[in-house]
């Protein structure tokens, strides 16, 4: 290689490089500094194990960190100090809110078959069919028993969006299944047609729809008289996956300006 030519290279791989310092110091500039600090506490009485408590705090913090970046608050720092504390560092006049939402749902997400055998005064009365088990409805019209097997986990969601269904232009949420999840929607539906699911968010049953033909696609819509702002953010929490664990926020503040 000539010494003209490498000259030009070296020249050509330095300017790359400062374009890249360049443009990665106009975003860390661009980012406004931190306004509010939370302390919250993970639950972990359920992973007994301290490899498995660890696990799942990263695991916790990785969702909401997600769920926060996806609702436009910044995330500047987010640790975990032992014991299932997290401290965690944002920015933002609705911090305290974004903060409180990423938190309140799990976002455990399942589609089950309705328990048709119910009778419904044994399903008021709290009494489950052998298989089934009873959970509440979230408009508050009473309980609903459902078959605890052969339904559709919400870790096969690839990709949940807020919309508008096309003829009632009511807030919804869109879920796009994974290959394997949208097989599953297929054979659940095609099997199903005319009979009644349940789609159970948090172990509660926002929506109980009935499979009116096979449906296709990999793709399904949650409605339960959603306004836009919470169809959008059951999105986030659906689309960011499911917190592991439940999480509680014992303390805020508001970081001076300078510290």
Known sequence: ????????????FALVIAAFTLSAWDAFRARPPPTHQFVLQAELSNAVSPDGQA???????????????????????IAHQGEGRIVLATSGEDSPQTVRTAIGRRGELSFLKVDDRALPENTYSGIANPGSKILPLADG??????????????????????GYNRYTNEPVVNLLFDERGGELFARLSTQHVGQQFAIVIDDTVVSAPFFSEPILGGQAEISGGFTAKEAQELAVALGSGALPVDVELVFERTIPAGE
């Open 141 to 162: 019209m009473g309980p609903i028993a459902v078959k605890r097997l052969g339904g559709i986990s919400g870790d096969r969601v690839e990709q949940a969006q807020m």
């Open 55 to 77: 696990s799942a705090v990263e695991s916790t913090m990785a969702v909401l960190e997600g769920r926060l970046e996806q609702m436009g608050t910044p995330v500047h720092s």
């Open 1 to 12: 290689m000539s010494p003209t030519l490498n000259s030009r290279i070296l020249s050509t």
